[in-house]
């Protein structure tokens, strides 16, 4: 059974930081692409940020320069550094697999973890 269990959400203040984790099993972890995606009450999901097996990197403009995403694929975990965190990066935070956009190329959803950035 694929399972994803994102972690490392919280309470924040504008400007902080917060390191997100996803760890997964029931797929092999280094074959998979992987992502992180958010979404705010009220907004659509919103890609974040992707990783690939290669290691090449994706992030969305809004969070480019802020956020970091990497992999350890000997604990399969990926993780989303945060810093200089902003108000409107509250939202709740998803890791998947596959590496595609919140409606297509995506799978094995976790039950998110919600992260709160206060002025």
Do not use: H
Request: charged share 15%; aromatic share 10%.
């Amino acid at each position: 059974e694929v399972q994803l269990v994102e972690s490392g959400g919280g309470s924040v203040q504008a400007g902080g930081s917060l390191r997100l984790s996803c760890t997964a099993s029931g797929f092999t972890f280094d074959d998979s692409d992987m992502g992180w995606y958010r979404q705010a009450p009220g907004n659509e999901c919103e890609l974040v940020s992707t990783i690939s097996r290669d290691g090449s990197t994706y992030y969305a403009d809004s969070v480019k320069g802020r956020f970091t995403i990497s992999q350890d694929n000997a604990k399969n975990t990926v993780y989303l550094q945060m810093n200089s965190l902003k108000p409107e990066d509250t939202a709740v935070y998803y890791c998947a697999a596959g590496g595609g956009d919140c409606y297509s190329g995506s799978w094995g959803w976790g039950q998110g973890t919600q992260v709160t950035v206060s002025s």
